[in-house]
């Protein structure tokens, strides 16, 4: 593996005004595109089958090949068809396909077109989350180069291709990220998940065969017609290849975004990436990939990595490595809490398990933060958690359970320590 | 009563926003955030003016409206100062930020101050979560690396009616050691 | 044919049914909440939970995989599934919470999330006695609560339009009542607001829920956050007799349940007819309760010096005799009504035809836009058909009133029909005929009328209606006359009072009972009067002379009208009214 303190960045490289179109073409810009346009050998299959090679996984969350979800897609029947990238960002701790939007639009418009070229696109919709106002604005500007340039729109590079690309600003709803959801809010709706099947392959953006990716996705596909599928399986942890935008945040000298191969040790992250931690404190716990991801005990991290495999087997999950480092004084509970907050806040109220239980997970964590709480209350905390995972059309409800679940567990002295002596306790 | 209307220009322009969509219904989003620009929020009257503009039931309009939390359904302040206390922003001292505004205008998060200049509101992750703790003013500037000094700057050049400058995000590369 | 097994009872099926759906159509329960048959899938209350599994299929033996045991390997769904949303098939496994300890603990855990936001007043809830969410909470729900906390407060008593309120609090969320007015009465005037446990359904500011379908979303709404501004406080659900009916207030012939306690009717809901009105009814046609009970003509009455004055049944029939013998049959003009049934109408018309009266008329009753495409019509009347298929002969009611006025017509019989009122004739045109009116309601015919002879309505006797599309379905007695009894008349419906109850636990009393008798009635006691021999003992006979002497009518009985949900006749033996 190489090492990654030679590892030169591909998705953000630090070029002056690579957000431009004109640097951004000097530096190789939409030559992939070109390439899958010209070449005979770059049939749609040929180029599914390369980023399914590749292993790409998906970098929103859930993890899954994106080739393999390209494979989904029906035969194109003359009806519409669409792609709907996902730049909604708006999972706790994740603050990664920003720097894509200001830094390197362009690529991942690139990788975009070569999706849609995939897959017969017709229009590919650009989900960003309404508070990103400033980067939709620099979204849009790229747009409009590419269109000017002529590598959006009618007959792309002098080709028989033709696809549309349209940003749709949301308007402050963490459950837009998630993908059936997002199309509902595409649709001018409330953001309510849809019930698979069936699925956006085969129903999805008004009905038509639809593909969601996450940005950073998308971003690393040119990278992959580039190079290769042996390349990019090549770079970073075997079961989880390729470049990865970590999104470091909380108690470390540097946070922010770097650009490393998958499967960094998270000490190596923290330590030598980001600086150390603050103060020169000990760490108490980190939350590998998002808010929902479940916090690893801070004496825990030794050997764990930066990828799926090895974070299922420390106990969490890769989620979108937005991590968050917390120091020894940090209070769980409080921070807990605060999470549940936040997924009662944003619940979008469909299912019963969800809407009800996130509501309850949240009074009963302030009780417990306010020292009301008893010790009978962690177990109805952990039995809320049963009721409501896997129980929902969508993830919410897991994504709400796990942080509290996990919490209570690995700090269960913490929580305990909060808890008052029940009345009914026997001396 | 304050009339509310598109003019002719805007009108053409939320022709070419339905013509992204193969229907109107999906135009509702961005003519609701047209609207709020223009009008500052968007009040039952507006939500009818998007609904009668876009041809939709009124309910649908309330819905959606009601469904996304950066649409105002009632007036705000001129300026909005969305403080992040959520996760990262938490641990970082997001909660005293959003107190010493609250102080420092003497008001609470959920109102807005006599004179209609600023509302505060405690909200959930912005996304910028390595830059915590962090603002956003009016669904618009990232005000990143709060302290007590920047928040006295960033409300001193509001009163004077100015938005603060947009503030790059840092590129970061580890330091080689 | 495709099998499926549910709780280890094997079923077959076709098509792709959802299990739910196929679950009670065995004539099984599974609670649920959101789902409706006539509804889109949210599949959002989680309460219909099933453990599910697939059969594992191998290509290439061509056959299911065999465990050590020969059974089937089953490749189980690793979540519950929601048995709503789920299509059922071939091979495929279903545990329900009879089979399944995993499955009864997801019901009860919804349940319990539930009810931890619901306020928990089914004592003053109009909604309880019928009320899913507290059904399935007595069975499959927890048996305390462990929320310790407030509960969420929303809006109360929000009048939402003219017709239906909002209790927020008790919203469980299912989307029925916004599905309603999306799919299926299209007027798209609610939306669930806000989000998570905040929502509620509501309609945009400054706007009414003024659908003329408002009041359905009261009858799907599975708890008592929409109730009926008329109905609510009135009465409980268990006070109450439940009695299949039909709508007497347009053509459509929407199956109706009249709901009476101590003979007055509370309310009138839609009942379930697949091939008429589905689920639904029109909010204006529940207002028809008000006819059944208010205003009742109770008691004969004959006109004297100008006013109408009360008498004897006896007195009544001496009169209408007599009356009958001064004037020669052309004098006579017997007038039937698409108002009521198809058995008084045919018994008026075999009356006069006894009498050398060969011709009964009747005027339509039609206000031209009233409809629309779905249950309201333009035709007022459930029952002009009825009139047409007896061969009666159909006027305008202006044409009408022209051959009431004639100078050779020196009686007028008037059945069920407040032909003044609704402007066919003013009152001075019967002036100086003998004017006998067989009706239910004081009106302006019976104020004019020489004899006014009390009938029963649609509420009070078993008859039969013909809806616009030719279809014939029929009443049963809801509601008591003086002479009608709930416990000796065969034909009406026993509630759990009547069955259960002392007779101090009832509420009946005498006062709301009208004294009437069914037209037909009256009118075969007029020819034994005179010692003729035309009997009937029921409706029911009259009903199956009319399917041996009319055509239209081979094959009509109430036994397969109730089965049936009623018979559509067949069009060729259908003939073309007449028409002046």
């Not at chain 1, 970073?236 to 990865?244: E, I, R, S």
Request: proline letters at 5%; glycine letters at 8%.
């Amino acid at each position: 593996m190489q090492d990654w303190r030679t590892y030169e960045p591909l998705l953000i490289p630090s070029i002056k005004d690579l957000h431009k179109i004109d640097v951004y073409e000097k530096n190789g810009g939409y030559q992939q595109l070109k390439k899958v346009l010209s070449d005979k050998e770059q049939t749609p299959e040929a180029v599914t089958n390369t980023v399914k090679n590749a292993n790409l996984r998906g970098r929103g969350g859930a993890g899954f090949n994106a080739g393999l979800k390209w494979s989904f897609m029906p035969k194109p029947d003359g009806g519409p068809r669409y792609i709907a990238a996902n730049g909604d960002e708006s999972e706790p701790g994740t603050f990664k396909d920003r720097m894509i939007f200001e830094y390197n639009p362009h690529l991942f418009i690139e990788g975009a077109l070569i999706a849609a070229y995939a897959m017969s696109i017709d229009a590919v919709y650009v989900y960003i989350r309404g508070e990103y106002r400033s980067w939709i604005t620099m979204m849009q500007k790229a747009i409009d180069d590419a269109y000017a340039k002529g590598y959006i729109g009618k007959g792309i590079m002098g080709s028989k291709m033709n696809c549309e690309m349209y940003v749709h600003m949301g308007a402050g709803a963490y459950i837009c990220g998630e993908e059936s959801s997002l199309m509902e809010s595409l649709e001018g709706k409330r953001g309510y998940p849809r019930v698979k099947p069936p699925f956006p392959a085969q129903k999805g953006l008004w009905g038509r065969p639809t593909t969601i990716n996450n940005i950073e996705t998308l971003a690393n596909v040119p990278l992959i017609i580039k190079n290769g599928s042996e390349w990019f399986t090549s770079i970073g942890a075997k079961g989880h290849p390729g470049p990865v935008l970590y999104g470091i945040s909380g108690h470390v000298n540097r946070p922010g975004v770097y650009e490393y191969p998958s499967g960094m040790l998270i000490t190596e992250l923290i330590n030598d990436v980001c600086g150390g931690v603050r103060g020169g404190k000990k760490i108490k716990a980190v939350i590998p990939g998002g808010s929902s991801t479940p916090p690893l005990r801070g004496d825990s991290l030794d050997g764990v990595r930066m990828d799926a495999d090895s974070l299922r087997d420390a106990g969490s999950m890769m989620g979108t490595a937005g991590m968050v480092i917390l120091d020894e004084d940090t209070d769980m509970v409080d921070l807990v809490w605060r999470i549940s907050h936040f997924y009662h806040h944003e619940s979008c109220g469909q299912c019963t398990p969800c809407r009800d239980g996130t509501g309850w997970l949240e009074k009963t964590l302030l009780k417990i933060k306010n020292g009301e709480g008893e010790i009978r209350d962690l177990e109805l905390l952990l039995d809320i958690c049963f009721q409501m995972e896997g129980r929902t059309i969508c993830a919410l409800a897991d994504a709400a359970a796990w942080p509290v679940r996990y919490s209570v567990a690995r700090f269960r002295d913490e929580f305990e320590a909060r808890c008052k002596k029940s009345i009914y306790a026997v001396a | 009563m304050e009339k509310f209307e598109f003019n002719k220009a805007e009108r053409d322009h939320i022709e070419k926003i339905i013509a992204r969509y193969p229907d109107s219904q999906s135009a509702v989003m961005p003519v609701l955030w047209m609207a709020q620009e223009k009008f500052g929020h968007v009040e039952p009257d507006v939500q009818k003016l998007v609904a009668k503009t876009l041809d939709l039931p009124e309910a649908h309009v309330y819905g959606v409206a009601s469904f996304y939390t950066q649409y105002y359904k009632e007036k705000m302040g001129k300026y909005v100062l969305d403080v992040c206390t959520c996760l990262s922003c938490q641990v970082c001292g997001g909660y005293d930020m959003l107190h010493y505004i609250e102080e420092k205008l003497g008001i609470k998060a959920g109102e807005t101050t006599e004179d209609g200049m600023f509302s505060i509101q405690s909200v959930e992750c912005l996304g910028a979560c390595g830059y915590a703790p962090m603002m956003q003013i009016t669904n618009d500037i990232y005000v990143n690396h709060l302290d007590k000094a920047k928040v006295d700057k960033v409300i001193e050049t509001l009163k004077q009616g100015k938005m603060p400058e947009f503030e790059p995000i840092p590129m970061r590369v580890a330091e080689k050691s | 044919m495709p099998e499926i097994f549910i709780d280890d009872q094997r079923f077959e099926f076709e098509g792709n049914p959802k299990v739910l759906q196929f679950v009670l159509d065995q004539g099984l329960e599974l609670p649920f909440f959101c789902y409706h048959p006539s509804l889109s899938i949210p599949a959002n209350c989680r309460q219909c939970f099933v453990e599910a599994g697939t059969p594992v299929f191998n290509r290439e033996t061509n056959s299911y995989e065999l465990d050590e045991n020969g059974d089937r390997v089953i490749r189980w769904f690793p979540k519950l599934m929601t048995s709503c949303s789920l299509e059922a098939t071939d091979g495929m496994v279903i545990k329900t919470h009879r089979s399944s300890e995993k499955v009864a603990r997801g019901q009860k855990d919804t349940l319990e999330f539930i009810l931890i936001n619901h306020p928990l007043d089914c004592p003053i809830c109009d909604q309880a006695g019928e009320c899913p969410l507290q059904i399935q909470t007595y069975k499959y729900g927890p048996e305390g609560s462990r929320f310790e906390h407030k509960k969420v407060h929303k809006p109360k008593r929000v009048q939402l339009g003219p017709n239906v309120v909002l209790d927020a609090e008790r919203c469980i969320n299912c989307t029925r009542c916004v599905r309603f007015t999306d799919e299926i009465s299209k007027s798209k005037q609610l939306s669930i607001v806000s989000r998570g446990d905040k929502n509620y359904p509501l309609t945009a500011p400054g706007t009414e829920f003024d659908d003329p379908y408002s009041l359905n979303t009261v009858d799907i709404c599975p708890v008592g956050a929409l109730t009926s501004t008329d109905f609510r406080f009135k009465a409980r659900v268990w006070e109450m007799n439940q009695t299949p009916g039909i709508d007497m207030t347009g053509s459509k012939g929407t199956n109706i349940d009249l709901w009476v306690r101590n003979n007055l009717v509370m309310r009138i809901t839609p009942r379930y007819n697949p091939d008429v009105n589905d689920h639904w009814m029109p909010d204006e046609a529940r207002k028809d309760y008000r006819r059944i009970n208010e205003n009742r003509i109770s008691r004969p009455s004959i006109k004297l010096d100008g006013e109408q004055v009360k008498t004897s049944w006896n007195n009544a029939m001496l009169t209408f005799n007599e009356e009958t013998g001064k004037v020669k049959p052309s004098e006579i003009l017997v007038i039937g009504s698409p108002h009521a049934s198809v058995e008084d109408n045919y018994v008026l018309s075999k009356f006069f035809n006894r009498l050398g009266v060969s011709d009964v008329h009747f005027a339509n009753d039609i206000e031209k836009g009233r409809g629309d495409d779905f249950l309201i019509t333009d035709d007022r009347a459930p029952n002009a058909n009825g009139c047409r298929f007896l061969g009666f002969t159909e006027h305008d009611p202006a044409a009408l009133g022209k051959a009431v006025s004639a100078s050779g017509v020196k009686m007028v019989v008037i059945l069920g029909d407040d032909l003044i009122g609704r402007g066919a004739f003013p009152a001075e045109a019967v002036q100086g005929k003998f004017t006998v009116f067989m009706g239910t309601n004081n009106c302006d015919t019976s104020n004019a009328a020489n004899l006014v002879v009390p009938i029963t309505c649609s509420a009070e006797h078993a008859a039969s209606y013909i809806n616009e599309a030719g279809r014939i379905q029929r009443t049963i007695p809801a509601k008591e006359t003086v002479y009608t009894s709930r416990r000796l008349n065969l034909e009406m419906s026993l509630g759990r009072l009547d069955h259960f109850a002392t007779k101090f636990d009832n509420w009946e009393s005498d006062d709301n009972k009208v004294d009437c008798i069914p037209a037909w009635e009256f009118l075969i006691r007029l020819v034994q009067e005179t010692g003729g021999d035309l009997t009937y003992t029921s409706s029911r006979e009259i009903m199956d002379e009319i399917a041996s002497a009319i055509d239209t009518f081979s094959g009509v009985s109430f036994e397969r009208m109730d089965d049936e949900y009623g018979i559509p006749l067949k069009k060729e033996n259908q003939p073309q009214g007449k028409t002046v």
